[in-house]
C-alpha cells in the first residue's frame, strides 16, 4: 500500500499491514493484537445498553455472550477506568468483566 507518511521528518511513501485468522490466537511476541471479540453484527443483535442495532459489535466472553456496539463499550471502558474497576488476570493483563453482569 502506497501512501505519504503524515509524521514529522518521515518521508516513508510505503505502508505494511497484516491480517490474522480470528481463529487463531495471539502469542506474547506477537507484535498485532487480534481483536477477536470485535465481530460483524450478521445476526443483527442489539447491544444491551443502548438496544441499537450496529454493524460491528464487541461480544463478552461470558456464557451469554452478550454484546454492546463500540460506541456504549468505550464509554463503558471510560468509566470503568475513572472507578478504578479494570481487574487485573494473570494471563491477559487487565481487563473488565461483562458489562451485562447485574442486569437482571
Same mark, same amino acid.
Given at each position: 500500500v502506497h501512501g505519504l507518511c503524515q509524521s514529522d521528518g518521515c518521508h516513508g511513501n510505503e505502508?505494511?499491514?497484516?491480517?490474522k485468522c480470528a481463529s487463531h490466537p495471539? =502469542?506474547?511476541?506477537?507484535?498485532s493484537v487480534a481483536l477477536d471479540l470485535i465481530i460483524t453484527n450478521s445476526r443483527d443483535?442489539?447491544?444491551?445498553?443502548c438496544c441499537d442495532i450496529t454493524d460491528v459489535v464487541l461480544v463478552f466472553?461470558? =456464557?451469554e455472550r452478550h454484546v454492546i456496539c463500540?460506541?456504549?463499550?468505550h464509554r463503558y471502558c471510560?468509566?470503568?477506568? =475513572?472507578e478504578r474497576q479494570f481487574v487485573s488476570h494473570p494471563v491477559i493483563g487487565y481487563s473488565l468483566p461483562c458489562?451485562?453482569?447485574g442486569i437482571p
Open positions: 505502508a505494511e499491514f497484516y491480517m495471539t =502469542s506474547e511476541d506477537e507484535l443483535v442489539p447491544c444491551i445498553a466472553q461470558c =456464557s463500540l460506541d456504549c463499550f471510560q468509566t470503568r477506568l =475513572s458489562a451485562g453482569r
